[in-house]
């Protein structure tokens, strides 16, 4: 089998500590880079905590539901619709879910989808319930695509939960996009598969990735069902991050309903193991191609967010903007080590 190209290479330095009389004290970082994401990091050799959970009437009370265009006072007023030949309501609707286009759109084809009317949800009350309509009005959004015989191959959910992940909005939302080409970092992905595949004769990135990653049991988490839980080789948060990747299902309308139910009740441990930890914030992406594509496999990440207390300073800087390396005090096999007993539990 194969070598999936994780890269480690172990640097030590040295100061006079004030902290034990200016003894000379050693420290070590574990620089990382991980050929398939293309991601560098750099492990510290410590393990980050978040004392205590940050106060969330600071952004409760900066973002009200009066004034919430996500909330029902506003919502008919102030949200985008639809084109008629798309959906002749404006919007796609399942239960208290709805999609509708983004006012302020990254993309030609991005659209925002809230879970139901409630203003603010937190972690721990983020079910399978809760979220599973929210994720089928997405669904339902790119069967219609499909339908339209647009030519779109590639999409992704994506979720920006609470303003420190860049969340502008406190209402729990998803955001779509579907193209004809990939972003840049799925691009990423689909390249390393195929050239994976071309230099192992036609083995599969992600079934021989799995298969290493459960027999090395350092960063392998869980499997549940056809979705299989790990923590990352080289993270791209400081916090760590956590990747699900749907086995042998290479298209985005591969996946099932069970399949869904899966992923959402995986989806749901993380977020408990988040929530017990103190954090109040992620980044998600769920990437799928929309035709079937035997090297890939539809996946995706998580990456909890925070702030640096007491100034509330971003966990990103120059090394992860300018430098395109990421700054990681979260050792990724003690992470994993955490997360496994959220797993071990009956849903």
């Not at 620089?31 to 980050?48: F, H, K, Q």
């Not at 979720?159 to 420190?164: Q, R, V």
């Not at 598969?193 to 192992?200: I, L, M």
């Not at 988040?274 to 992620?282: A, E, K, M, R």
Request: hydrophobic content about 35%; charged content about 20%.
């Amino acid at each position: 089998m194969r070598d999936l190209g994780f890269k480690k290479e172990i640097s030590t330095g040295y100061y006079l500590d004030p902290f034990s009389g200016y003894q000379e004290k050693k420290i070590t970082i574990e620089s990382r880079y991980d050929e398939i994401t293309g991601v560098a990091c750099r492990i510290l050799p410590y393990r980050m905590r978040i004392t205590q959970k940050p106060d969330m009437d600071f952004y409760l009370e900066k973002s009200p539901e009066s004034l919430c265009p996500f909330c029902p006072d506003l919502f008919e007023k102030t949200t985008p619709r639809f084109t008629p030949d798309i959906v002749e309501e404006g919007n796609f609707k399942r239960g208290e879910a709805c999609l509708f286009p983004n006012a302020f759109p990254y993309d030609q084809n991005n659209n925002v989808a809230i879970f139901s009317s409630r203003h603010f949800v937190p972690l721990n009350e983020l079910t399978p319930e809760f979220m599973h309509d929210g994720f089928a009005v997405c669904r339902d959004y790119f069967h219609r695509v499909v339908e339209m015989n647009l030519g779109y191959k590639y999409c992704s959910i994506n979720w920006n939960y609470m303003p420190p992940a860049g969340g502008g909005m406190i209402h729990p939302h998803l955001q779509t996009i579907a193209g004809y080409k990939p972003t840049s970092f799925m691009q990423k992905l689909l390249t390393s598969a195929h050239n994976y595949a071309a230099a192992s004769n036609g083995d599969n990135l992600w079934n021989n990735l799995i298969a290493l990653e459960k027999k090395a049991d350092k960063r392998f988490i869980a499997n549940t069902g056809v979705v299989c839980w790990l923590t990352s080789f080289a993270p791209k948060g400081m916090a760590g991050e956590i990747d699900f990747i749907f086995r042998e299902k290479t298209s985005l309308f591969d996946l099932t309903e069970s399949n869904f139910n899966e992923f959402l009740t995986g989806l749901s441990k993380v977020f408990n193991y988040l929530y017990v930890n103190n954090f109040i914030s992620f980044n998600m992406s769920f990437y799928a191609t929309m035709t079937n594509n035997n090297y890939f496999f539809v996946q995706g990440k998580i990456v909890p967010r925070f702030v640096i207390y007491p100034l509330g300073t971003s966990d990103l800087n120059y090394f992860e903007k300018l430098h395109n390396e990421i700054i990681c005090p979260t050792v990724p096999e003690e992470l994993c080590r955490e997360l496994q007993p959220y797993f071990n539990t009956v849903a």
